[in-house]
């Protein structure tokens, strides 16, 4: 494609390309995301191109590798356009029968269409499945449309509208006015507006200025920017652009997380493509702004996510956090102003230009607009990204979208905000979710991380991993977060273990007000909210714990044991086969019995035992029965009758 | 560069633009703790002994009062009951790993912190960084810095400059609170061995000198 | 390592000190390990002291100072991975290899480490070898997965 030297070149362009496509022409989708990988849907890629070129179909039929869908529990996924059939979990076995019967003879392949865990119902199209009908893909939705590698793809769908709008015909200032109109919040964690960091970055003196987009996303459980990094690059590349013109900085950086090659590889890839088209570089579409985009990559620092720490990083620097003030937007990136938002904020600017303020802000709640991508995931049936205007509810999001939760167990508490965050529990799914709900139940909307957990989930020992992972990230600079988290963590870890002593939670109350008063920065000051959050919301499970060295999630390794009840065990030696400790005594015929001193709580007994038996369980804060003398393990079958 | 006006404790005073509340502070004689401050050293804001209160556009908070800037009308508290709690546990946190610092008893007695609070570590560091920051803005020569973070952080010379450098220098040593760095320099004493011809002739004749160059001063 | 290998790395990011942390993410990729003669080389050559340039080789995770193995295995430990059991995947590959994470075994087959989120939160628990992902692993499965890798 030539270098596109105007904005109506530039529709020029669009339209040329559009013509070439022919919208009946059949076009297979297939999820290529990070998670589609790991279910290996690089072999049915393989599968499709072999079997369309048996098919001598190759030229007939448009293979689109695309990002992340979203729906990540049931990838690999293959949608069939112009009909919009959704095949999930398809394995490179199904292709052939996929292309056979579908493609050519118009048929359903009823195995592979999405059916609901609870009522049965099939749903054969993207958009009558009920995980993705209940959501409002504003942002994420471009994903299935775009091969992330290609600009025709983006142009395709309208891509860099937004931008040629404001090259031509806005000035900055209003560019600034109409994001803060939309009262877009940053999508990161902070919500702090953009529109008003904007400005400040925009008003701070000096003539070099930089703008940043975090793609750290460090937030345990937490991916939405990776999908968006890989799945639409060119939104966020359109984004960053418009911003920086608004500012008035002549220079980007992206800092992905190391821990993301193929976003890496998928936003490296955009911007050569975009510096071809001249979407990128000098007198970008003849405006005369100029602007270049380079990639950092993060090495493994969650606190690499906090600005100022991230600021450090492309320094060159360890990543210890910065007191505020000064503010980045003031002194940020050597000194100058910088600007640094999230990749999700930044994805959402071609939105509010192309559609407006007033209708971005049509979406949402009073305090909060537009909508919000959030990565369902724990112990829900459909666990995958999910994009819902701010306002909706967490039992929509868990029930409706998520499908509930799995093996019939018990909703137990939805946990956001990653680890600054914290725990909502069963009383609360009625919340609207939105930066100020969240916040005022204790909790915050985070990157958007929402984790659901069931009745299995230890809260105490929940709260004792995030703060192992806190302890793990720090960066060790201040005294109430190196040392703060290290103790919370050291008395948590001993309550699980049956340690707990009198005094323990007054004093993990202490440590919260030291860290979060006077943390150097949000790592330190967050550090407590998961021990605060499940404090206020499961008390009575930190008191078990400590006062009846009970685990009443049956979950805490040292507080439980496994026992076999005799009266239901049937002797089929499934869990005496299973145990790797060799710590269940039992033969034929003979009533098993687990050996306390050898066994290592593994849970492989039960597992092996048949759900008909039901004979191995968990006990906790009881004494455990003594064994049955040997002589009384027989068992005595009842003759079958010849 | 403007004069600006904000309160300490009830009493008002102005300062230049760009001054650190504790500068102010300082300025009306009055006193705000500090561990990992020194008038030849950037702010770090690392121990956050200095924690002070502020009452800034309608929210308050706690900041340490070496690093934040004075700002117009600004309302610092330096010691109330929050204060007073957070320094107190601060302090047993520190004094978990060097129980007997002179520098850390002094605040301890001051503020009722109990040394045997937390459970003793191995480690006597405490992280002002008074030593490493000296080394590398003072002296210029960054003979020695920090390895890894969080509570693994420790302090680390490295061998091929300290050597050369540290004999005759050992500025940092006075500045440590706890004799961490002391400590630290002995146990990698065979890694600093001087170099030869730097060696004084005793030592060179004798491994086993009982001279007073190289122990501690 | 080359010197000039170095060199070639150090030049490809210009020589800025900015860059410091792309280019030991460069040697790390290119050697599995940052030996003290690269970081002599980008010390002297960025003009940055060496105690910076260790503090930032141990403050991150992705760096390490020791040769690693031929195979990289990452076992994630993030919340989502975590609440689906990853402690027993990593309990298990610990006791298959025989090496606790942040470790390499003996014939430098196969280096152990944690990550603290891969981001392929709804496949947990997911254990990564070589960059080959394997979602929604069970233990019994990693014997399986291991025993391909020479």
């Given amino acids: 494609m030539p270098r596109i030297n105007s904005t109506a070149e530039l529709e020029t362009v669009r339209t040329d390309i559009l013509s070439t496509r022919d919208p009946n022409k059949p076009c297979i989708?297939?999820?290529?995301?990070?998670?589609?990988?790991?279910?290996?849907?690089?072999?049915?890629?393989?599968?499709?191109?072999?079997?369309?070129?048996?098919?001598?179909?190759?030229?007939?039929?448009?293979?689109?590798?695309?990002?992340?869908?979203?729906?990540?529990?049931?990838?690999?996924?293959?949608?069939?356009?112009?009909?919009?059939?959704?095949?999930?979990?398809?394995?490179?076995?199904?292709?052939?029968?996929?292309?056979?019967?579908?493609?050519?003879?118009?048929?359903?392949?009823?195995?592979?269409?999405?059916?609901?865990?609870?009522?049965?119902?099939?749903?054969?199209?993207?958009?009558?499945?009920?995980?993705?009908?209940?959501?409002?893909?504003?942002?994420?939705?471009?994903?299935?449309?775009?091969?992330?590698?290609?600009?025709?793809?983006?142009?395709?769908?309208?891509?860099?509208?937004?931008?040629?709008?404001?090259?031509?015909?806005?000035?900055?200032?209003?560019?600034?006015?109409?994001?803060?109109?939309?009262?877009?919040?940053?999508?990161?964690?902070?919500?702090?507006?953009?529109?008003?960091?904007?400005?400040?970055?925009?008003?701070?003196?000096?003539?070099?200025?930089?703008?940043?987009?975090?793609?750290?996303?460090?937030?345990?459980?937490?991916?939405?920017?990776?999908?968006?990094?890989?799945?639409?690059?060119?939104?966020?590349?359109?984004?960053?652009?418009?911003?920086?013109?608004?500012?008035?900085?002549?220079?980007?950086?992206?800092?992905?997380?190391?821990?993301?090659?193929?976003?890496?590889?998928?936003?490296?890839?955009?911007?050569?493509?975009?510096?071809?088209?001249?979407?990128?570089?000098?007198?970008?579409?003849?405006?005369?702004?100029?602007?270049?985009?380079?990639?950092?990559?993060?090495?493994?620092?969650?606190?690499?996510?906090?600005?100022?720490?991230?600021?450090?990083?492309?320094?060159?620097?360890?990543?210890?956090?910065?007191?505020?003030?000064?503010?980045?937007?003031?002194?940020?990136?050597?000194?100058?102003?910088?600007?640094?938002?999230?990749?999700?904020?930044?994805?959402?600017?071609?939105?509010?230009?192309?559609?407006?303020?007033?209708?971005?802000?049509?979406?949402?709640?009073?305090?909060?607009?537009?909508?919000?991508?959030?990565?369902?995931?724990?112990?829900?049936?459909?666990?995958?990204?999910?994009?819902?205007?701010?306002?909706?509810?967490?039992?929509?999001?868990?029930?409706?979208?998520?499908?509930?939760?799995?093996?019939?167990?018990?909703?137990?508490?939805?946990?956001?905000?990653?680890?600054?965050?914290?725990?909502?529990?069963?009383?609360?799914?009625?919340?609207?979710?939105?930066?100020?709900?969240?916040?005022?139940?204790?909790?915050?909307?985070?990157?958007?991380?929402?984790?659901?957990?069931?009745?299995?989930?230890?809260?105490?020992?929940?709260?004792?991993?995030?703060?192992?992972?806190?302890?793990?990230?720090?960066?060790?600079?201040?005294?109430?977060?190196?040392?703060?988290?290290?103790?919370?963590?050291?008395?948590?870890?001993?309550?699980?273990?049956?340690?707990?002593?009198?005094g323990d939670i007054e004093l993990l109350e202490e440590l919260a007000e030291v860290a979060g008063s006077s943390a150097l920065c949000a790592l330190g000051k967050g550090a407590p909210n998961p021990v605060l959050s499940t404090l206020r919301h499961f008390r009575d499970e930190y008191e078990a714990h400590i006062n009846q060295g009970k685990c009443p999630s049956y979950s805490c390794k040292d507080l439980i044991s496994y026992y076999i009840d005799p009266d239901k065990c049937q002797a089929c030696t499934s869990c005496f086969r299973k145990c790797p400790a060799e710590a269940i005594e039992g033969g034929k015929n003979l009533i098993h019995v687990v050996i306390q001193d050898k066994c290592t709580k593994c849970g492989s007994c039960l597992e092996a035992c048949p759900v008909k038996f039901g004979a191995v369980k968990k006990l906790s804060g009881e004494p455990i029965p003594s064994p049955l003398p040997q002589e009384a393990r027989t068992i005595v079958r009842k003759s079958k009758q010849s | 560069m403007s004069d600006i006006l904000l309160q300490i404790d009830g009493r008002e005073v102005t300062v230049r633009e760009g001054a650190t509340i504790l500068e102010a502070a300082q300025s009306m004689g009055i006193s705000i703790p500090t561990l990992c401050h020194h008038e030849k050293l950037e702010p770090y804001g690392g121990c956050r002994v200095c924690s002070v209160e502020v009452d800034s556009r309608g929210r308050t908070s706690v900041v340490a009062a070496c690093l934040h800037p004075v700002e117009q009308d600004l309302v610092v508290r330096t010691r109330t009951k929050k204060l007073e709690r957070i320094r107190k546990s601060l302090l047993e946190m520190m004094l978990a790993h060097a129980p007997d610092s002179e520098a850390l008893q002094e605040l301890a007695q001051e503020y009722g912190a109990d040394k045997a609070r937390f459970e003793k570590d191995a480690s006597f560091c405490i992280h002002c960084g008074l030593c490493v920051r000296y080394c590398a803005e003072v002296k210029k020569k960054n003979a020695l810095g920090f390895i890894d973070r969080g509570a693994r952080k420790e302090i680390c010379f490295i061998p091929e400059i300290a050597s050369r450098e540290c004999w005759d220098c050992k500025e940092c040593f006075p500045l440590c609170p706890t004799s961490a760095l002391q400590a630290a320099f002995v146990l990698s004493k065979a890694l600093i061995a001087p170099p030869e011809d730097e060696k004084p002739a005793c030592c060179a004749s004798s491994s086993s000198c009982a001279c007073s160059h190289g122990t501690l001063p | 390592m080359d010197i000039e290998k170095i060199d070639q790395i150090i030049d490809k990011h210009q020589c800025e000190a900015g860059s410091l942390i792309q280019i030991l993410l460069d040697i790390q990729s290119e050697n599995h390990w940052l030996p003290r003669e690269a970081l002599d080389r980008v010390s002297e050559k960025l003009h940055v002291p060496m105690s910076k340039i260790q503090h930032i080789t141990t403050f991150y995770k992705s760096f390490s100072m020791v040769p690693r193995g031929r195979h990289e295995v990452h076992v994630c430990m993030g919340t989502a991975c975590h609440v689906r059991g990853a402690q027993r995947v990593l309990d298990t590959v610990q006791d298959q290899i025989g090496i606790k994470a942040g470790e390499t075994d003996v014939e430098l087959k196969f280096s152990l480490e944690t990550v603290n989120c891969i981001g392929c939160c709804a496949l947990g628990p997911v254990m990564v070898v070589d960059g080959e992902y394997h979602g929604n692993i069970a233990p019994s499965q990693i014997e399986n997965v291991l025993k391909n890798y020479e």
């Fill in chain 1, 29 to 502: 989708t297939l999820c290529s995301g990070s998670a589609c990988q790991a279910t290996h849907c690089k072999k049915v890629a393989a599968a499709l191109e072999l079997e369309l070129e048996k098919q001598g179909l190759t030229d007939k039929v448009h293979v689109r590798k695309t990002g992340c869908h979203g729906f990540c529990e049931k990838g690999p996924i293959l949608v069939l356009y112009p009909e919009g059939i959704c095949y999930l979990q398809v394995k490179a076995e199904d292709v052939p029968e996929i292309i056979s019967e579908t493609l050519i003879g118009k048929k359903i392949v009823e195995r592979l269409v999405y059916v609901d865990p609870t009522t049965g119902e099939k749903a054969v199209h993207e958009h009558d499945i009920p995980f993705y009908k209940n959501q409002e893909r504003l942002v994420l939705g471009l994903n299935t449309k775009i091969d992330p590698k290609s600009i025709e793809d983006y142009l395709a769908v309208g891509g860099y509208q937004a931008l040629g709008k404001v090259l031509s015909s806005m000035a900055p200032e209003q560019v600034i006015n109409e994001v803060k109109a939309a009262s877009l919040r940053g999508r990161g964690g902070g919500g702090f507006p953009a529109g008003i960091k904007w400005e400040a970055a925009r008003n701070a003196p000096g003539e070099t200025k930089y703008v940043i987009v975090n793609c750290d996303e460090g937030d345990p459980g937490a991916y939405m920017d990776r999908s968006l990094m890989e799945g639409n690059p060119f939104c966020v590349l359109e984004g960053l652009l418009i911003g920086a013109y608004a500012i008035g900085a002549h220079e980007g950086y992206i800092y992905v997380r190391q821990e993301y090659p193929l976003a890496v590889e998928n936003v490296t890839s955009a911007i050569r493509r975009a510096e071809e088209c001249g979407l990128l570089g000098k007198n970008i579409l003849g405006s005369g702004f100029d602007f270049i985009i380079k990639v950092h990559q993060g090495a493994g620092a969650f606190v690499c996510g906090e600005e100022t720490a991230l600021i450090r990083s492309l320094e060159g620097k360890v990543g210890e956090p910065k007191a505020r003030p000064p503010y980045p937007a003031v002194r940020g990136l050597w000194d100058k102003p910088t600007n640094i938002n999230n990749v999700e904020t930044w994805a959402n600017i071609p939105l509010v230009i192309n559609k407006g303020a007033a209708a971005f802000t049509s979406i949402g709640t009073e305090g909060s607009k537009g909508t919000k991508i959030f990565s369902l995931v724990g112990k829900v049936n459909n666990t995958g990204l999910v994009e819902v205007p701010m306002g909706v509810t967490l039992r929509d999001i868990v029930y409706k979208i998520g499908g509930g939760i799995p093996d019939g167990k018990k909703f137990k508490a939805v946990q956001t905000g990653g680890p600054a965050g914290g725990c909502m529990p069963e009383s609360l799914l009625d919340m609207a979710v939105d930066f100020d709900q969240l916040t005022k139940a204790g909790s915050m909307m985070g990157s958007g991380g929402m984790i659901v957990l069931d009745e299995e989930t230890c809260m105490v020992d929940f709260a004792r991993y995030f703060l192992g992972f806190l302890a793990d990230e720090s960066c060790g600079k201040c005294v109430p977060c190196r040392e703060g988290v290290k103790q919370m963590l050291t008395i948590l870890t001993r309550i699980t273990k049956g340690k707990g002593k009198e």
